[in-house]
């Protein structure tokens, strides 16, 4: 037999034994990763605590996997187990990709918005009204755990991205850690702290009350100075905010309703019109613009301030000064 002709033979041979093996891959290949049942986006939840045969009935059931087998062997090949939560399932999405998914814990997300200054309550509402979340704001039991005991100026107010369905308080805990990883890092950046505040507590307090009255970031550290001014001179800050946090109960907005002059007097520790240096604790959660503008506070000698009707402040170093901005801000209130 001629080289040719056995060189022939053999690629014959060879075709014969791995074509069926090439058909079978294919096969497999177009089964398990191409092969699609699902028609539709669908949301698909896996508890804590379900088997991963129970959740391949389910897909079988909801018409997003053709066999139940294929998937366990799948989830097997992947490590065996699936993590809880909820998933949104694309349309044409294949077997192997759905498997891939809840192994992996690939949860679809949701996004909560927390803007600087917001108190406690007002952050709890928020939460209530987030339809991506889940449960209460308050603990049923336990209450021994930080979250159970939240106080205004331990939350940070930022944007958080987290599994649909999460529970709130789970979210609340989020933004409370999240506090403590920003205090820790400016606490070791700013070992010096502006006179004449002593610890941290001073510092997250008046960067509250920074917070609540300016939203302009450029004007913080002047209104920082502002009051850094007054307590080296022993003069009581007379922040309108620290009113209005006693008026509201801690709500911290007094909806619409105007701040009178006879408020003012109101019998609170809060109250910095009749009690000298910084009210006992925050009266709002602050973002990081406020408690840098407290640490590193403008170089002014400014003592009041006043709004110019445009989103801004007025600031003056003496009373005779403050009184002729005071006077612009009435006749541009009244011309509204």
Request: aromatic share 8%; charged share 20%.
């Amino acid at each position: 037999m001629s080289k040719r002709r056995k060189f022939f033979k053999k690629n014959i041979l060879l075709w014969f034994v791995l074509t069926p093996v090439v058909v079978v891959a294919a096969v497999f290949f177009y089964v398990v990763c191409v092969r699609s049942t699902v028609l539709r986006p669908t949301v698909f939840n896996v508890v804590r605590g379900d088997s991963v045969t129970g959740v391949a009935n389910r897909l079988v059931q909801n018409n997003l996997i053709y066999s139940k087998d294929a998937f366990v062997a799948s989830v097997r090949f992947h490590g065996g187990k699936i993590q809880s939560g909820q998933y949104d399932i694309p349309r044409g999405a294949s077997l192997w990709r759905i498997t891939k998914m809840l192994v992996s814990g690939d949860v679809a997300t949701t996004t909560v918005v927390v803007p600087e200054g917001l108190t406690v309550k007002q952050i709890k509402n928020l939460l209530l009204q987030h339809s991506g979340l889940t449960g209460e704001v308050e603990c049923d039991s336990d209450k021994s755990r930080p979250v159970c005991n939240l106080q205004d100026g331990q939350i940070f107010p930022d944007t958080y991205r987290v599994a649909r369905g999460a529970s709130r308080l789970s979210v609340l805990e989020l933004m409370r850690k999240k506090m403590l990883d920003v205090r820790t890092h400016l606490s070791k950046a700013n070992s010096n702290l502006p006179k004449p505040l002593k610890n941290w507590d001073q510092v997250l307090t008046l960067a509250s009350i920074v917070q609540k009255e300016t939203p302009v970031a450029r004007e913080m550290p002047i209104v920082a100075s502002v009051y850094l001014n007054r307590l080296n001179k022993g003069m009581r800050l007379q922040a309108d905010p620290t009113v209005v946090y006693v008026l509201t109960d801690g709500l911290g907005d007094m909806q619409g309703q105007p701040l009178l002059r006879g408020h003012l007097k109101i019998d609170s520790p809060y109250n910095t019109y009749r009690n000298s240096g910084l009210p006992p604790a925050p009266i709002a959660n602050v973002g990081l613009a406020a408690l840098r503008a407290v640490l590193r506070p403008a170089k002014t000698k400014f003592l009041f301030f006043v709004a110019d009707g445009q989103g801004g402040h007025r600031f003056s170093i003496d009373y005779a000064e403050h009184q002729k901005n005071h006077n612009a801000w009435r006749k541009i209130k009244e011309n509204k």
